[in-house]
């Protein structure tokens, strides 16, 4: 495989996180959208108007929203990752709910094109992701993946697999389901 780089994902590379996206069946309709935009909203713009509130939020945001994994020169992969306050249905849930008052980033989401999955791209971009809120100030970041024994469907990794995020030094804080643990890794700005 060529070397993998992570970039920042900034507006001009919206047509990159597109092609990503668009390799991949849940994501082209949801768009990262899900945890960052109210129920009614997110279902009723299922699909192109998930994009078009995506494509703003890429040009308008305070902050950059993610990271992009390359191929060589081919955009291979997204992870989502901004201060856990961008996520309205985060503070929703009642199994993902705030552990403290610690400010954190959120690792919310990954997608990985179709030709370059399991090949190790969702560590790299959680090591991108990582990179990034610590650029932007952030001392700990938060990622909410999934502990299963039995094998994962694309669809369901979406928000990452525990065992990338305890690779990446990532350590379990709490867990209030059987498979959705809250993980945490301090960083220094």
Not at 62 to 83: R, S
Not at 134 to 148: C, N
Request: glycine share 8%; with cysteine; hydrophobic share 40%.
């Amino acid at each position: 495989m060529p070397p993998v780089r992570i970039e920042v994902a900034t507006p001009d590379r919206g047509g990159d996180i597109a092609a990503v996206m668009n390799d991949c069946g849940d994501a082209r309709h949801c768009w990262c959208a899900f945890w960052s935009r109210p129920r009614s909203e997110f279902g009723r713009d299922w699909g192109n108007g998930n994009k078009r509130w995506f494509m703003r939020r890429l040009q308008s945001a305070a902050h950059p929203i993610g990271v992009l994994a390359y191929v060589g020169d081919e955009p291979a992969g997204w992870c989502a990752v901004a201060p856990r306050s961008d996520h309205v249905r985060l503070a929703r849930s009642r199994n993902l709910a705030p552990v403290d008052d610690t400010p954190v980033w959120s690792i919310t989401c990954f997608v990985v094109a179709k030709r370059f999955r399991r090949q190790g791209l969702m560590r790299a971009l959680v090591d991108g992701a990582v990179a990034l809120a610590r650029a932007q100030g952030a001392t700990t970041v938060e990622a909410y993946p999934l502990d299963t024994s039995r094998k994962l469907g694309s669809g369901e990794l979406y928000v990452g697999s525990l065992s990338a995020f305890l690779d990446a030094g990532f350590t379990e804080v709490l867990r209030r389901a059987p498979t959705r643990p809250i993980v945490r890794r301090t960083v220094s700005s």
